[in-house]
């Protein structure tokens, strides 16, 4: 059951609870039920920061996701969850860009056997007027 439906069964039992008695005070149960719904999740700026740091850094991503699987956070299995997904993302990236720019290949191993063809003689002649 996810934090959204316990709070709307609170809230709920809540209402039972004020029409068998009216001195029950439902709005401050409602308000102590939403305020504890937050506090058991992952502040927003830790999110964001996980994210950032999974993107920008994609190994130390793994440590966030780590720490957060295992908080008793409502939410913390959906943020660990995320933070492996970019970590994935941004590692294969990398990966790529990195495998395109070290390849030989393409253009690349062209350019470096045009380069040991080129006579030093004929460089000597290019350089004098």
Known sequence: MGAEEEVSKKIEDYQELAKSNKNIDVAS????????????????????RAY?????APPLGLLFAVRYYFSDKADGKRVALICVLLTAIAGLGAWLIGA????????????????????????RNLLQP
């Open 29 to 48: 149960l409602m308000i102590n039920a939403l305020e504890q719904a937050q506090r058991e999740e992952v502040e927003a700026k830790k999110k964001k």
């Open 52 to 56: 950032l740091v999974s993107v920008v």
């Open 100 to 123: 395109m720019m070290f390849s030989g290949g393409g253009g690349g191993g062209a350019a470096l056997q045009q380069l040991q063809t080129i006579n030093a003689q004929d460089v």
